[in-house]
């Protein structure tokens, strides 16, 4: 590489980091992201506040003779296991994300999986409780787990393959010599083009609970 040249980019690298455009672009940026942090923060907030007022609601109906702060302190143990509590995933599973192969987002996953696991496990001590308003808040828990984490996807599923007329042997031979190694159970949703190829797209990872309801259908297949 010619000496001279190399020379003159470290010159303008250098003049351009130390002038004001730079600070004030830098500054800038740094602003932007801090909006968007208190943005997503805000939001986060905001659904925990409103499922915490739905389960304290719940629990006040169940039990009228407790005490509010008994009642608040079990609400808050149902969202603390219900939602995503990133201060809860152990070191060795924050550590994964170093690894290629996890990704960067692995604590999302590994919450997602103490969430999904809290979530049926509170929706099945609630329909086996003796006490008709928890039994109730059980079922619905339950069925919005199902309806909005699995069969979401399969009723697009099911709805795609018959309007664009693909059957289950086709679906059976892409599923076997078109997709990736990850995406073998997978869920996909079809259409055809004007000449009549047939097209898809994995629906898996739209989902926020995809991880852990793969390994459902894996094992009940």
Request: glycine residues 6%.
């Amino acid at each position: 590489m010619n000496t001279q040249n190399a020379d003159w980019v470290n010159i303008v690298d250098n003049k351009f980091s130390s002038s004001a455009l730079y600070g004030e672009g830098k500054k800038a940026v740094s602003q932007v992201n801090k909006a968007f942090n208190k943005t997503y923060v805000a939001e986060d907030d905001l659904w925990r506040i409103a499922a915490f007022q739905k389960e304290l609601k719940t629990l006040q109906q169940a039990f009228p003779n407790k005490t509010l702060q008994e009642l608040e302190k079990e609400a808050a143990t149902i969202i603390r296991n219900t939602f995503p509590t990133y201060d809860l995933v152990p070191l060795g599973a924050r550590e994964l994300r170093a690894v290629p192969v996890f990704g960067n987002f692995y604590s999302f996953f590994a919450e997602r999986w103490r969430n999904n696991y809290h979530s049926l496990k509170q929706g099945f001590e609630e329909i086996h409780s003796d006490n008709p308003v928890l039994v109730e808040r059980g079922y619905q828990r339950l069925a919005a787990k199902t309806a909005i984490g699995y069969m979401g996807a399969e009723g697009l599923n099911r709805y795609t393959k018959n309007a664009y007329g693909v059957s289950d042997e086709e679906e059976k031979a892409i599923k076997d010599l078109a997709l990736p190694p990850w995406s073998k159970n997978g869920t996909l949703a079809f259409k055809r083009d004007e000449l009549g190829n047939i097209m898809y797209v994995d629906l898996t990872f739209f989902r926020p609970r995809c991880s852990s309801y793969k390994y459902y259908k894996i094992f009940y297949k």
